[in-house]
């Protein structure tokens, strides 16, 4: 029988993360809101079984990034779609630091941004995220050094010499 | 020296969503609601595998007029029941199958599944030509089971556990008369053609799983056990068990995704089996 104590608990201690995680892929905290909540649902879908991993926490970042990937691209196609109409206005937040990350990160292409988000706001090492993503470690390699340096351009920041990864 | 990149990203840690986090207890509920709706989708991409030509305006006809009976207990001999109003086919014939209803009377209690604290739901939409077995392993072909085709009625229900999870499902079909043998044939066929194979389970995360046939005829007029292994990370394997009974035309399968012994969901068939009599 499904533990809903050690999923609530799992829950609240996770999703947090998660939702930053989502915020940097999605550059929307509304939509990274609502991908949050169906990707811990899919988890209590399967309790039973995602309680048993060593890493949960895992499983239900890579539905919510699939979700995501997936809102996303609806999302793109309806942009291009209202472009059609007419330039949307610019819209003023109280973070301009923080909108000109979340704009620079959505210059990037999605799994370059992918892989920033994973390895530089989540932390985890690149073994795992070419675990995570399904790709060889060295394309994640690659697509964190293009990242890296698409994005060092976009905020106007010097890069290190050194390779990060 | 700090990775400017990783201090930049810094600055996206710890923003709070513009509702603010839904409460566990309502994110449980949103899971429950997602299975509902799954199967929903299930009946749906049957028609389209099939490619039947029912379309959901049809469907959505053959729910809105339900046979109404006024006998509470159908007979299973396939005899029609005395009924006030036989529900026309979508294109006007008359059905071919008898318009009984199936009765809440049929379906297991919580006293019957033998656990406190689960809840049995109410039946919600769906497609209508949803079968228990069908996504036990891929490919499935309605076709190859012919006697889905002379189903004539279905109704289902959960059980979910108090906590919010959903436990199990029964089905109660009702088939043309004198079918309900065969469609037993096509569970076994659809046990055979799936056993030994480890078919990923897109409902369970994509792990791989195994239908055994363990059981035959211990219920009713004839009866099924399959055992269902999900083969966990790490060796470990999770068994639950599923039994369908037949008693004339009446079919009642039940799922039961906590049962781990094989002779509860055996008293659980003949229970069910006796809810069709």
């Known amino acids: ?34 991908v949050v909540h169906e990707a811990y649902a899919r988890a209590w879908q399967r309790w039973q079984t995602v309680g048993d991993y060593a890493d949960p926490e895992a499983w239900v970042r890579t539905v919510a990034r699939r979700l995501a990937v997936s809102q996303w691209r609806r999302a793109r196609s309806a942009l291009r779609a209202h472009r059609r109409t007419g330039p949307t206005p610019p819209v003023r937040g109280p973070d301009v630091e923080l909108m000109t990350l979340v704009a620079a990160l959505g210059k990037l292409p999605m799994k370059q941004r992918e892989a920033i988000v994973l390895h530089h706001l989540m932390g985890l090492p690149v073994t ?38 | 020296m700090s990775d400017p990149i ?22 449980r509920r949103r899971g429950i609601r997602r299975t509902y709706r799954q199967i929903v989708a299930a009946g749906v991409a049957v028609l389209a595998i099939a490619g039947g030509v029912v379309t959901w305006a049809e469907t959505h006809t053959d729910r809105r007029t339900p046979p109404v009976t006024t006998s ?66 891929k490919p499935y072909r309605r076709a190859d089971y012919p006697s889905l085709a002379k189903r004539a009625q279905m109704d289902w229900r959960d059980f979910s556990r108090t906590g919010g999870y959903g436990a199990g499902f029964q089905m109660i079909e009702r088939y043309e008369p004198g079918v309900g043998p065969r469609n037993f044939d096509d569970v076994r066929a659809r046990l055979r053609d799936c056993a030994g194979q480890q078919t990923p389970d897109p409902a369970i995360g994509n792990l791989p799983l195994r239908w055994t ?33 037949r008693v004339g035309d009446l ?23 006796a809810r069709l009599r």
């Open chain 2, 72 to 137: 509470p207990t159908p007979s299973p001999s396939g005899t029609p029941s005395a009924t006030t109003s036989p529900t026309p086919s979508p294109s006007g014939t008359p059905s071919a199958a008898p318009p009984v209803a199936l009765t809440p009377a049929m379906f297991l209690t919580a006293a019957d599944l033998g656990a406190g604290d689960l809840v049995i739901g109410q039946a919600g939409e769906v497609g209508r030509d949803l079968w228990m077995w069908q996504d036990i392993c």
């Open chain 1, 1 to 34: 029988m499904p533990d809903s104590d050690s999923f609530d608990a799992f829950y609240r201690g996770t999703r947090q993360r998660l939702f930053d995680c989502l915020v940097g892929i999605t550059g929307n905290r509304a939509e990274a809101q609502d």
């Open chain 1, 128 to 165: 795992q995220i070419a675990r995570e993503i399904g790709a060889p470690e060295g394309t994640v390699k690659a697509r964190l050094a293009r990242g890296r340096q698409a994005l060092a351009a976009l905020l106007a920041v010097d890069l290190p010499e050194e390779s990060h990864v």
């Open chain 2, 6 to 27: 990783d201090t930049a990203l810094q600055r996206l840690r710890d923003q709070k969503p513009p509702g603010g986090f839904a409460s566990a207890d309502a994110v």
């Open chain 2, 213 to 245: 046939l363990v059981a035959n005829g211990f219920a009713g007029d004839d009866a099924v056990l399959a055992k269902k292994e999900v083969l966990l990370e790490g060796g470990r394997v999770r068994v639950s068990f599923a039994v369908a009974v």
């Open chain 2, 251 to 273: 079919v009642s399968t039940v799922w039961l995704d906590d049962v781990t012994s094989e002779a509860i969901a055996r008293d659980i068939a003949v229970k069910a089996a």
